[in-house]
């Protein structure tokens, strides 16, 4: 059983930045696939980015792939997610999910952190 802790959320200007992190526990860190999700009010979840086990690859959806970056750390068993030049339809809450990398569904979720961009 994993455990996933998000952190680093906040209230944030139109082109500011902030770095999401999220602590795992619970497993094996570097067995996972991590991905960064994100839902607005009244809107339904949506995927944001993706990292494979050792972070050699990455993907992250069309709305932001020019401003965010996802990482992760094995050592420190963390995923990041660095946001740059947030705009204020970036506002959500943001939730970091692991699964295994065979799979497409995601059986481990944070409890989120909630991003607030202001205009």
């Known amino acids: 059983q994993v455990q996933l802790v998000e952190s680093g959320g906040g209230l944030v200007q139109a082109g500011g930045s902030l770095r999401l992190s999220c602590a795992a526990s619970?497993?094996?860190?570097?067995?996972?696939?991590m991905g960064w999700f994100r839902q607005a009010p009244g809107k339904e979840r949506e995927f944001v980015a993706v990292?494979?086990?050792?972070?050699?690859?990455?993907y992250a959806a069309d709305s932001v792939k020019d401003r965010f970056t996802i990482s992760r750390d094995n050592a420190k068993n963390t995923v990041y997610l660095q946001m740059n030049s947030l705009k204020p339809e970036d506002t959500a809450l943001y939730y970091c999910?692991?699964?295994?990398?065979?799979?497409?569904?995601?059986?481990?979720w944070g409890q989120g952190t909630q991003v607030t961009v202001s205009s």
């Open positions: 999910a692991a699964r295994a990398p065979y799979k497409y569904k995601y059986d481990y």
């Open positions: 990292i494979t086990l050792r972070g050699d690859t990455t």
């Open positions: 619970g497993g094996t860190f570097g067995s996972y696939t």
